[in-house]
T-cell receptor
Framework: DQQVKQNSPSLSVQEGRISILNCDYTNSMFDYFLWYKKYPAEGPTFLISISSIKDKNEDGRFTVFLNKSAKHLSLHIVPSQPGDSAVYFC?????????FGQGTTLQVKP | NAGVTQTPKFRVLKTGQSMTLLCAQD?????MYWYRQDPGMGLRLIHY???????AKGEVPDGYNVSRLKKQNFLLGLESAAPSQTSVYFC?????????????FGPGTRLTVT
């Protein structure tokens, strides 16, 4: 039973446009949600997080939105750049451990 | 500051062979984790440690053992490798006082079992 799901395996957007990556979860006990970015042959790197008591967190071009009633979060990247092309994982924190989604591969075309 | 390092970067094993993956961190973090990443599966937690001398099972612990004899090192062992253990293995660490549970990852070890 997958507690954190990223239902879109891939997403392709044009440079300069908005990228929206989605994530759904099932467990209402999660207290933090995180997004990680991963380039090929490298480890995941932290991007942005949001507490379960907030509904939005912004850091430069990256904004994460949390809809607790729908158990859904999304990552918005505006404007998208070719260097943003990577695999993006959402993760949820419970009891000090992270549970990861399957990942979404983002391709930003010049 | 090297962060989290993993040794080796690549390894090919035959079925039934054993090996140990080493993870080292120089950030004085209390918590350390071992994950495996498989296509379409995301990262799944194998074992973790909340401090020196402690270990606990994660989501997919079968076929693996771990040890945390020193705070900075976390070892993952495969006693009798199986083709199903072909994967990319990531180690991560985090401090005990972090506000958002952010984990810092190593570069990964690509393991192939034939």
């Amino acid at each position: 039973d997958q507690q954190v799901k990223q239902n879109s395996p891939s997403l392709s957007v044009q440079e300069g446009r908005i990228s929206i990556l989605n994530c759904d979860y099932t467990n209402s006990m999660f207290d933090y949600f995180l997004w990680y970015k991963k380039y090929p042959a490298e480890g995941p790197t932290f991007l942005i997080s949001i507490s379960s008591i907030k509904d939005k967190n912004e850091d430069g071009r990256f904004t994460v939105f949390l809809n607790k009633s729908a158990k859904h979060l999304s990552l918005h990247i505006v404007p998208s750049q070719p260097g943003d092309s990577a695999v993006y994982f959402c993760a949820a924190s419970a009891w000090g451990k992270l549970i990861f989604g399957q990942g979404t591969t983002l391709q930003v075309k010049p | 500051n090297a962060g989290v390092t993993q040794t080796p970067k690549f390894r090919v094993l035959k079925t039934g062979q054993s090996m140990t993956l080493l993870c080292a961190q120089d950030m004085n973090h209390e918590y350390m984790y071992w994950y495996r990443q498989d296509p379409g599966m995301g990262l799944r937690l194998i074992h973790y440690s909340v401090g020196e001398g402690t270990t606990a099972k994660g989501e997919v612990p079968d076929g693996y053992n771990v040890s945390r004899l020193k705070k900075q090192n976390f070892l993952l062992g495969l006693e009798s490798a199986a083709p199903s253990q072909t994967s990319v293995y990531f180690c991560a660490s985090r401090p005990s006082g972090g506000i958002n549970y952010e984990q810092y990852f190593g570069p990964g070890t690509r393991l192939t079992v034939t």
